[in-house]
């Protein structure tokens, strides 16, 4: 008997690896196949919060987790693609579309989860077309996830005639919290609330728990979901916390309001069929809470605003002077626009200022500040081409010009942002991980290179600010100086190969690309000046061409 128990526990805990296993594969390729169109749908949404909650219902059921929803939703919302209000609607449709799996589960499938997997695996191994090998993949996760329901079923079989085990469960049966405590754990560990229903349907099927004893487990795997997104939503910006506290406070709110009505519920659906049961009361109770909590959305999301404001450091770079109420005044609009600019502009030029700092020595903090900085020109970068874009076509035609000209500088900004973030900072971590120096001459080359591009940099921004023609001018001297001073330096690294000079063989690429970058920075940001000497040239600055 002993040996026989030890094999029923080791078959039911592999039954529920398979179970996560399976599940976690389908999600994945699932994913895979949607993410694209996912994304583009979910940066596209209506103001309506209905369509959000049958979107919601529709991911989940299309991905088969909602906890891999849940934490899409968190970082679209740390990147501010959609608003805490939208996301909400959202999280009320997840909850409802995640019961799909569980009503799956209870229809007497598991058997065929070995030769669903089999086949699908067939298939898989010989093609070689991605979409299709994809398909496949997802279609042996759910074989695994149905095998794996069936290893459950065995070992709990196996476990009924284990005292040790009912005792376990007689425990959990006399004191409801303690089983919704565990299975609150047991899906946060898992990161799938389907796995926790599905394995109470299994008990429940075996008589080893009751329909009225697996609504707590019910209870416990929708509070436990709220795991994925609360550590989804760790290191990130005050948006993410607030779209993850926002879930758990949903779920919480849905257990303690369904908590004293547990006894009616389950009257009401119990039909006599334990697995059925389990399924339709899991579905019926998301689905009444998704509907009590709907019209107060927008109550919910400010109550969670207030719940979770942005740090000090988090306002100073969130927007300031964004106001869409007056999208109905294309003066404001622009002058708002233009203020708001003028913020991300400082950002990108004090990126621009530190970026040579990086290559002189190791200095990881001031590479996570880069970082950062970066990423707050991204988000003001998306907020201001937003916030334009949505009065352009309706404003008239001068205020137009000035709306694209600001949408075009914003672009060049984040643009030269992006090329200290991704070039210059990949090439200082690329010297150091390598242990390399830039000889003495080469050195002396960047600083100079690095100066004359951050000078430039502030002149284009006064020039953008005072919509000056003899400053354009001056910029675009200066920018044809760097260029002569950019090839310069590059014959005066040539030279120094020549000569064998080892700091400049071992950093020659670097150095190269180095120079490459400043000089595409000043590109980016002097592309604006032209369009002020288009009609006046009265220094004959421009060629023939521009």
């Not at 500088?409 to 150091?432: I, S």
């Amino acid at each position: 008997m002993e040996m026989d128990a030890h094999s029923s526990l080791v078959l039911t805990i592999a039954g529920v690896a398979f179970f996560v296993y399976g599940i976690g594969i389908a999600s994945e390729n699932l994913q895979k196949l949607a993410a694209d169109r996912i994304r583009i749908i979910l940066s596209t949404f209506t103001k309506r919060p209905i369509w959000g909650v049958l979107f919601g219902i529709s991911l989940t059921m299309i991905l088969q987790s909602s906890g891999a929803v849940t934490s899409m939703l968190v970082g679209l919302g740390s990147a501010r693609v959609v608003t805490l209000a939208q996301v909400m609607s959202l999280i009320l449709g997840a909850a409802v579309g995640t019961t799909f799996t569980v009503q799956l589960l209870s229809f007497n499938i598991a058997q065929y989860g070995l030769p669903i997997f089999a086949i699908c695996f067939f298939f898989y191994f010989l093609s070689r077309k991605r979409v299709f090998r994809t398909t496949m993949a997802a279609l042996m996760g759910f074989g695994l996830l149905f095998w794996g329901l069936e290893m459950v079923r065995v070992g709990t079989e196996g476990l009924s005639h284990f005292q040790q085990f009912a005792g376990f469960l007689q425990i959990l049966k006399d004191n409801p919290l303690y089983a919704l405590g565990i299975a609150a754990a047991l899906t946060g560990v898992v990161q799938s609330s389907a796995v926790t229903i599905g394995l109470a349907m299994t008990l429940a099927s075996h008589g080893l728990l009751s329909t009225p004893d697996t609504i707590y487990w019910i209870f416990g795997a929708n509070i436990g979901t709220t795991a994925t997104a609360l550590i989804a939503s760790t290191g990130g910006n005050y948006v993410g916390r607030q779209v993850a506290w926002a879930h758990c406070f949903y779920k919480v709110a849905g257990v303690l309001m369904f908590y004293p009505l547990s006894g009616i519920l389950v009257e009401a659906l119990s039909t006599g069929n334990p697995n059925h049961d389990v399924a339709n009361i899991n579905t019926v109770y998301n689905l009444i809470a998704a509907l009590i909590f709907y019209p107060g959305i927008k109550q919910g999301a400010a109550l969670v605003e207030r719940f979770f404001p942005p740090s000090e450091s988090e306002k100073e770079y969130s927007v300031k002077f964004l106001n869409k109420d007056d999208w109905h005044n294309p003066s404001v609009v622009v002058a708002h626009a233009e203020r708001e600019l003028l913020r991300m502009a400082d950002i990108t030029l004090s990126m621009i200022d530190d970026s040579l700092k990086p290559f002189r020595k190791e200095n990881p903090e001031l590479v996570q500040s880069l970082r950062k900085r970066d990423d707050h020109v991204d988000l003001l970068a998306r907020e201001l081409n937003l916030y334009l874009a949505k009065n352009c076509d309706h404003a008239p035609g001068p205020y137009q010009i000035q709306m694209l000209s600001l949408m075009s500088f914003t672009a060049d900004l984040e643009a030269a942002a992006d090329v200290v973030d991704n070039q210059l900072l990949e090439l200082a971590e690329k010297k150091h991980h390598l242990k390399l120096e830039f000889s003495e001459e080469g050195w002396k080359d960047l600083v100079e290179i690095s100066n004359a591009v951050s000078q430039i940099s502030s002149m284009s921004v006064v020039c953008f600010q005072r919509q000056d023609k003899d400053l354009a001018a001056k910029i675009v001297f200066h920018k044809r100086n760097v260029r002569k001073l950019e090839k310069r330096m590059r014959e005066s690294h040539m030279v120094r190969l020549v000569k064998g000079t080892p700091e400049s063989v071992n950093t020659s690429s670097i150095h190269l690309d180095v120079l490459g970058e400043y000089r595409r920075i000043v590109g980016l940001m002097s592309n604006h000046v032209y369009s002020h000497l288009k009609d006046t040239d009265r220094y004959n600055i421009l060629p023939r061409g521009e």
